[in-house]
């Protein structure tokens, strides 16, 4: 069992930024590819980011390709998402996600992640 817990969510003015983090439990954690979600209201969710297990590749959606950063700390069991240039089209609930099936992927759909998040609200006020 994997549980992930986001923190750091808030709201922020359009151009700022916001550094969301999720801790992960378990001991393998330097094992599973983690991913970033989002899900604004009446829209399906969608592909963020991903790191693989090493942190050493990542793989963003267009949408916030140059502004968003995921990167990891496998000693802290933690992932991160540094968002800069925020936008109000990026107002959206986050969620982080864990693939214990696989140590890097480029799934946008979420079907390769096994455990979820419960989410943190990003607001971007324009």
């Known amino acids: 069992q994997v549980q992930l817990v986001e923190s750091g969510g808030g709201l922020v003015q359009a151009g700022g930024s916001l550094r969301p983090s999720c801790a992960a439990s378990?001991?393998?954690?330097?094992?599973?590819?983690m991913g970033w979600f989002r899900q604004a209201p009446g829209k399906e969710r969608e592909f963020v980011a991903t790191i693989s297990s090493s942190g050493g590749s990542t793989y963003y959606a267009d949408s916030v390709k140059g502004r968003f950063t995921i990167s990891r700390d496998n000693a802290k069991n933690t992932v991160y998402l540094q968002m800069n240039s925020l936008k109000p089209e990026d107002t959206a609930v986050y969620y982080c996600?864990?693939?214990?099936?696989?140590?890097?992927?480029?799934?946008?759909?979420?079907?390769?992640?096994?455990?979820w998040g419960q989410g943190t609200q990003v607001t971007v006020s324009s």
């Open positions: 378990g001991r393998t954690f330097s094992r599973y590819a």
């Open positions: 996600a864990a693939s214990t099936f696989y140590s890097s992927t480029s799934d946008l759909s979420g079907t390769h992640y096994d455990y």
